[in-house]
Each structure stands twice: as C-alpha cells, then as structure tokens.
C-alpha cells in the first residue's frame, strides 16, 4: 500500500492542543506503522506544524536523497494548502525554508558519534541550531538501547525533543508490555509519546498509546 493512496489529512488534529508543545527538550517521540501506512505523511505534517511556527527543525533521513525529502515536503505543504483552500503556498514556502536543515545518511554510514560529530559543525559554525528534531528511517529492528540512550544523551546535552518513525510489521500485532508493539517494547522507557497508525479503508487510525492523552481511545483522521 503506498501513502499516496491513503487519505492523511492532518494526523495533528487528533491532539486537541499545539503539537510542537507534545514534547520537551530531551524527550523522544516515536510513530509507529507499517510500511506504506503514513509515517512520513505523519513526520511531514509534524514538521510543517513545528515550521509554520517558526521553530527551527533538524530533518534527518536514512537511506533517501534530500531531493526526494524536499519533494515530500513540497507534495504535503500542497496537500493542506488544497484542503483548506489555502492561495499563499509560495509565502508558506519561503517562511518555512530558513528554519528547515535536512541532513541525510546511508543507513549503513549512520552513527550516532558521526551524527554529533556533523551537529557539531553545524551548532558551533552558527550555520542552524534545531529546536526540534525528526529522524525518519532509522532500523530500530538492528538498533541497540545504548545507540538510542546515547542519542537521548545527545539530545539533552542540545536541548531539543527527537521525534522517530518506526517501521512494525504484521506480526508485531502480537501483545507486548504495556500493548507497545516492537521492535521498541524493550526500549518504551526511553520514549515519551508512542503514536501507532494504522489504516482503515482509505482513512489513517491514529492511537496515541502512550503520553499525553493516551486514555483517550483511537480517533480518525
């Protein structure tokens, strides 16, 4: 199933408050859903929230051009201009490009020392300094606890919240502790909001099962 043929309008608004403010300086964020179920609409309407609001944010992608990352951008910055009807797409563009810095890695390249190693040059040349950070792709079925401790670490150490896609697969429908499914059921702890998507019809299901509202039950965007 490709996310071009679901219907993911803004997975956002099942949170009835700002989701920039979902996380705090140092906290991790993870959206769960299989492949082709709306993670990187989810990653894209999360980034345009934060954008939009002038807030400065990190894209770090695994494993895809920054061309083709841009051009997400671009297809769902189109994609709520139409559904709200919206004439000053090109003004939105230009406010939101300064505050915007993808960061791209092959997935067998990526570590966490040569991520703050180029974080480094970034912050201490005063080239971008993120409020926020979002990493899409990153193999948490081959990650161990220390890399991601280590990344909280980091994350800390610069005070910014990380938001992470998670790729799950059918058979991680099975029960897990606390109904966290893996790969990230043993780490849970270090994440403070855990989004799952799952489709319906045509339609996206977001459960927000641990945070902030998660008593509240599924809702459909």
């Excluded at 061309?67 to 671009?74: A, F, N, Q, R, T």
């Amino acid at each position: 199933m490709s996310e071009n043929n679901l219907n993911i309008k803004n997975p956002l608004s099942f949170i009835k408050e700002d989701a920039g403010q979902l996380l705090k300086e140092g906290q991790f964020g993870a959206i769960l859903a299989r492949a082709g179920e709306g993670k990187t609409s989810f990653l894209m309407h999360l980034a345009l929230d934060n954008l939009l609001s002038g807030k400065n944010v990190l894209h770090i992608c695994l494993g895809q051009p920054i061309k083709k990352v841009c051009l997400w951008y671009e297809e769902v910055l189109h994609r709520i201009s139409d559904q709200y009807e919206l004439n000053n797409t090109n003004v939105m563009w230009e406010m939101i490009l300064p505050h915007r810095f993808i960061m791209t890695f092959n997935i067998e390249d990526f570590s966490v020392k040569r991520l703050e190693e180029r974080l480094n040059d970034l912050t201490e040349q005063g080239v971008f300094f993120p409020q926020i950070v979002l990493l899409d792709g990153l193999p948490f079925n081959k990650i161990v606890q220390e890399s991601l401790s280590k990344l909280k670490a980091m994350s800390k150490e610069h005070g910014f919240p990380a938001w992470f896609t998670v790729m799950t697969h059918r058979e991680d429908n099975v029960e897990q502790p606390d109904d966290i499914p893996s790969p990230i059921s043993h780490m849970s702890d270090l994440f403070e909001v855990i989004v799952q998507l799952k489709p319906v019809g045509r339609e996206i299901s977001v459960q927000l099962i641990k945070g902030q509202k998660a008593e509240s039950p599924a809702s459909n965007t």
